[in-house]
């Protein structure tokens, strides 16, 4: 696929013709439809300006990439048993614990990457693409192996996506208890559900070959790092206590819940004791250190490696000195300001310490001419005026964890609404960039108290569930005191045969695999709408931005 297909102006993919059948739902083909071209959206303007689509002078084009989920699929503190909870919403929040197309998604995101150092410049303003920002969660489970394949992938050099012994040891083996997962081997006994209901094709060796070490080619770019819900917790909810510690590099992995399992309390045992889920029955498999648990001051060094562009990708030596992870990162148009939303005390939804906050409001006020004080006062400064694009791993709406937040950012934490009040006080905000979802989203953040032109906040759909996609950002001086920003969905480039089934290339058939995962796939309403993918985006420009000088 060239790099000008892989953006979805040109064409799209979606659900094409059936595969198989299954007594649930058929399994489809991915095919190729009618391109998207940009439109308007002009909540934060008050008109449609259709020329907007022209561009104008660009201030910073940047790829977005989020959600990666790079997975140890062999890890013994993984409870994928849990998938079959699905129907009881006392799991809800746990799900899913395992996908169909997990083993493959070191493949995807090699793919992505390849795609990404082929598009040259950005598709409104022509610029040239200078830099990658990733918004959290590039792990499944907390582990370092997990972290160090990522990094691998991004940055270049040897990547194993194997832990454990030299055969697979995980419950998508044949002879592995349960028939909820998908088994590419076939099964030792009967069948497995996704094959009966959903028509998951056999795939014979699929899992030996997923799991070779492979030399990736690593990103050309700069790129910029973010600590999520899943670099923090056991699978991005429960807390890393020190029996599980030492459960993730053991040999023991279960594979039903214990018989004697409270369910009514499953979400609250799982956050602060998820070993709970460890005391059914279980299989001898092979342990391993490299799954020691991630902390975050492993995750801040693991940027520092040697050639890393930028030096700690984003990450500071200040970051490494005080245990934390969030940062600025500038560049001459541009300030971003990285946050870190994990909550420590569990829990997926995010939430933010008042020190983070306090720090926060320091670091807008430096790019700031003049703002609105906490008090309503107006204050002006000496500083020159920057754009600023605020990037997390939480958006507004999930920023609602209402678990206690200990450790370095003190037991207080700050109500997303007072956020919102703070960032609405800077008029430089112009865009917040998210994840966490896994689902395209733009919304209007309008100041009710019209201090501010408010902003745009744009989530990314994740890489590891469909529809498989990063997103191009390009910040642009539009004219008439406007700026703008141009959102364009990418497809990475495995390939989609659409009627012909192709198990060589693994990033292609991880992208079917995902768009027929049950209640993920195709029809769950994750790719968003035309609204929110191919999109320019308008606001009234907060300063003069012929004082902006971009590289």
Known sequence: MSAARALTIHRRLDAGAIARAGSVAPYRFIAEVEGEPHSVRSELIGATAAELARGGRALVCLAQLTDLHMTDVESPARFEFVNREYADPRFRELLPMQ???EALNAYALEAMVRTINGIEDGPVTGAPLELVAMTGDAVDNAQENELNLFIDLFDGGYANPKSGGPEYEGVQAPSWPGDIYWKPDGV????????????????????ERALQPFQAGGLRLP????HGNHEELCQGVGSVTKKLEAALAGPRKPFRLPDSFDRDTALETFVNRPESFMAGPAIDVTADRSRRPLRRDSFVDAHFRFGARPRGHGLTAQNQEDGTAYYVFDTPAVRFITLDT?????????????????WL???????????????????KTSHQDRLVVILSHHGLDTLSNPRAHPGVEGSAFVAADDLLELLHRFDNVVLWLNGHIHANRVRPRPDPLSVTGGFWEVTTASL???????????????GDETVAIACTMVDHDG???????DSEDLAGLHRELAGNAPFAGFASGRAGGPQDRNVILPLRAPFPLRRLQPE
């Open 361 to 379: 409001e320091r670091r807008l006020e430096e790019v700031h001419s003049k703002f609105q004080s906490r008090h309503g006062l107006n204050v």
């Open 464 to 478: 590891v569930d469909w529809p498989c996609q990063g997103r191009l950002v390009e910040v642009f001086d539009a």
């Open 342 to 358: 994990a909550c420590p005390a569990g829990g997926a939804d995010g939430c933010l310490g008042a020190d983070q906050i306090r």
């Open 223 to 226: 790129w910029i790092g973010c």
């Open 495 to 501: 390939a989609n045969p659409a009627g012909e089934a």
């Open 188 to 207: 030792d006994h009967g069948e497995d559900l996704f094959a009966s209901a959903y028509g998951f094709p056999r795939v014979p060796g699929l899992l």
């Open 99 to 101: 996908r169909p197309q």
